[in-house]
């Protein structure tokens, strides 16, 4: 299990994604030396159709009870898919069920859609799709965001609070780039164009900037951009594997995982690169944080006690709470944009 979630620290959570369990050996990403960076089409993607109503079977809202609503990917039907819970851990129900590999799920700002990743058209790429009373609206209406073909692939999508944009992540012939797009797959632009890998992009709360990952210089550290892809700066630097960037609701802190101490674990660090904090401390891997609505929270996944789950704890790491307890791989979560 090991080796499936080192590529995490390659690509993002494609492995996840491309259904690795087991102990099959890991792909790396072998970006060519010489092809150019190819920009994916700038042609606009069909508009998504995408139903405002949940079917007649849907089950009932979900309460919010424990403060918030929270989608997470798990594997436990035999594959990955979404499924949605209570911040208390009770009424986890899945929203997607197809054989396809879905993961990496990001609430519209008013919690009517959901942006995720899936390879459900021979790529990893990214969709939308309409969620009501915690179910998807319908399924088969699946918007499909990015174009990317198979062999390469765009994942890590993150909607801005202002409901403007979707970030995402895309592999070029020489690395990853991130790229913003309008809900509805029109006017994609490039912000970021090199030859490293650039990664899981987590909006400001004004969404004015983006922070993210990359190995621009050398190791993989976190950056933050304006929404033109200027004023760069440098925000950790350290020897260490930074990425999975999550902003505080006030946008005054920045959580993220880093194996600088040994494995990884969740950090947190002012915006402005202070106040650098080690918020998990055990020989486990923990990941993925995602902040609460009103900022007393951060949901994140850990294997802590055998198996990939997800956890809550305070922002400075006390009060720990598991909400998942099965033998599947539970990971990625995010906060519905409400709380209850």
């Keep these: ?143 499909r965001l990015t174009n990317s073909p198979p062999g390469r692939g765009s994942w890590e999508p993150a909607w801005s609070p202002d409901g403007i944009g979707i970030a995402y992540s895309s592999e070029q012939a020489a690395g990853s780039d991130i790229f913003p797009v309008r809900p509805d797959g029109t006017t994609r ?50 020897a260490a594997e930074d990425s999975a960037p999550a902003w505080s609701p006030d946008g005054s802190w920045i959580a993220f995982m880093s194996d600088r101490d040994g494995n990884p674990e969740i950090y947190r660090i002012r915006s402005d690169g202070t106040g650098l904090t080690r918020l998990t401390r055990n020989a486990a891997e923990d990941w993925f944080p995602s902040w609460a609505p009103d900022g007393t929270r951060i949901a994140f996944s850990s294997n802590r006690d055998g198996n990939h789950e997800v956890y809550l704890m305070n922002p400075d790491g006390g009060e720990v709470q598991r909400l998942t307890d099965n033998g599947a791989e539970d990971w990625g979560p995010t906060w519905w944009p409400g709380t209850g």
Excluded at 45 to 55: A, E, G, W
Excluded at 191 to 217: H, I, K, V
Excluded at 222 to 227: A, D, K, R, S
Aim: hydrophobic fraction near 35%; aromatic fraction near 6%.
């Design 1 to 143: 299990m090991d080796r499936c979630f080192g590529l995490i620290r390659v690509v993002g959570v494609v492995l996840l994604l491309t259904g690795c369990v087991g102990e099959s050996p890991t792909p790396t990403l072998q970006p060519s030396a010489v092809a150019p960076i190819a920009a994916p089409s700038t042609a606009p993607l069909p508009t998504p159709t995408l139903s405002p109503n949940p079917t007649t079977t849907s089950p009932p809202p979900l309460s919010g009870s424990g403060g918030g609503v929270i989608a997470f990917a798990s594997n436990r039907t035999g594959n990955h898919d979404l499924f949605v819970m209570n911040a208390d851990g009770s009424e986890q129900r899945p929203l997607t069920s197809t054989e396809a590999q879905d993961g990496w799920a990001n609430w519209s700002p008013d919690g009517s859609r959901i942006a995720f990743q899936s390879d459900r058209s021979g790529a990893l790429n990214v969709y939308v799709v309409d969620v009501a009373n915690g179910v998807l609206a319908d399924e088969r209406a699946a918007g």
């Design 189 to 238: 632009q490039r912000l970021s164009e090199n030859r490293s890998l650039d990664g899981t992009p987590a909006w400001s709360p004004d969404s004015a900037q983006l922070a993210f990952f990359s190995d621009r210089d050398g190791s993989w550290d976190l950056y933050i951009m304006n929404t033109e892809g200027n004023q760069v700066r440098r925000l950790t630097s350290d």
